[in-house]
């Protein structure tokens, strides 16, 4: 069967796990995945394919990526991922974004129970990653979390002193961060102080959250949105004030935009996945490239990150499922994130193979002196806790209300209440429409 979305792919043989939540076959014979990857970070995934091949040689793996389309959305990578799921195409493993993608497959059947076919084994890996509030809902395990992506304001740091900024002092709080954007624009008239994604939610979360404000009445299966409380109407007055004096910039931010910014001086700084720092240090080692949590509006108010990142999932057509279950527990586990990360060397990543895929999800890895104690790591592994960012099967939705929203109130003059209003409005309808389609979700 055909793919929906084009795609590049390799096949490898690889072997399945022994002793994972799935048996290999008694008689040696090979069984067939198909691995979809919809995140990138193409170099590690191929190479932990082969290592997977070395070490367990009972598996083929047919490996299928999206990179060869025209920048794919999560959006528009949950919608393929759906298409081909109900259209019957058999997808074992995928590697798809964390926070929108698990339950936007859930009601629509289109993603197995991990726990149902790993049991105990399953819980126990899921409480030894990151992201793991992302995961579980009503008892089930949707994902397991993979890479793990926080949040962070990335900045040159020669710049700053070149503008008279201390770089070691990088602002904390919305008014040293004015303070920091008029500095800038003084010293580089044509730079951008705060780079910052237009048509986004992720990015602009932190800054909410640390004004006191919130999106919903709770973080996982909300019920009522709630747009228009002070901290929301403080955010967005802040980022509208960025676009009045000419600090953020007028042209969308994403993938290879944000290096060649930021290498090329037209940011001084962005708000970004912190591992951006990693690609830049990888891109252009003579500047001091750093990255620092995102402020907080003020000393009363303590800052709260975002992280995103990719989980794998067994969609609903896998052939396979106990084997491809084995296959994702090696990923998550020490071993597999050691390799992907570099700690263990045999893979043979190059510093920019290991800067294009985030932080490991395994917290045993993530903490690792080796890679805390690395100049190259420096700033990456953001210590900021993160908040769960209003979970259900339509925030994928909402996130798309929410960004268009955004970037309307970057762009225009448009009233900002009634933009917020009008937002609220959408979400709320999208909200009752699925308590109504799935009441049972919603229980207590």
Known sequence: MVWAAVVAALTLVVGCAPGGAGQAPDTGQRVKLVYFNA???????????????????????????????????????????????????????????????????????????????????????????????????????????????????????????????????????????????????????????????????????????????????????????????????????????????????????????????????????IDYSTNLAMQLRANDPDTDWRSTPIVSMDAGHQPVNFAGGSALILPATSKHPHEALDFIMWLTDVQGQRLKWGLDKDLGLSKEDLADQATPANRAVATDPALNEDPTWKGVLNPVPPRTPGLSPVYSQVYQVLADMQERTIR??????????????????????????????YQP
Not at 58 to 79: F, G, H, K, L, R
Not at 159 to 177: I, M
Not at 419 to 434: R, Y
Request: hydrophobic share 40%; net charge negative.
């Open 39 to 269: 995140r990138g970070a193409e170099a590690a995934e191929r190479k932990l394919i082969e290592r997977y091949q070395h070490d367990h040689p009972n598996v083929e793996i047919e490996y299928q990526a999206s990179t060869s389309m025209q920048a794919p959305s999560d959006t528009d990578s949950i919608a393929n991922l759906i298409f081909n799921v109900q259209a019957g195409t058999a997808i074992d493993v995928s590697k798809v974004e964390v926070t929108r993608t698990p339950l936007a497959l859930m009601p629509v059947h289109a993603a197995l129970d991990l726990s149902t076919l790993g049991g105990q084994a399953v819980t126990d890996r899921l409480a030894q990653l990151l992201n793991n509030n992302l995961a579980q809902i009503k008892g089930g395990i949707w994902a397991l979390p993979y890479e793990y992506d926080p949040f962070g304001h990335v900045y040159n740091a020669d710049l700053f002193k070149q503008a008279g900024l201390d770089p070691d002092r990088p602002p904390k709080t919305w008014d040293e961060l004015r303070a920091e954007a008029r500095a800038i624009k003084g010293a580089f008239p044509d730079t951008w102080p705060i780079c910052h994604p237009i048509n986004n939610l992720s990015k602009i979360q932190p800054y909410v959250w640390g004004a006191g404000g919130t999106f919903f009445d709770r973080d996982v299966l909300p019920t009522k949105a709630d747009f228009l409380n002070p901290g929301m109407r403080a955010t967005y007055g802040f980022v509208r004030e960025w676009a009045q004096n000419g600090w953020i910039n007028t042209e969308e931010v994403n993938g290879q935009r944000a290096v060649q910014w930021m290498v090329s001086h037209q940011c001084a700084g």
């Open 412 to 441: 225009t003059d448009n009233d900002l209440d009634a933009e917020l209003a009008a937002a609220q409005a959408k979400a709320q309808q999208l909200l009752d429409d699925n308590v109504a389609k799935q009441p049972d979700l």
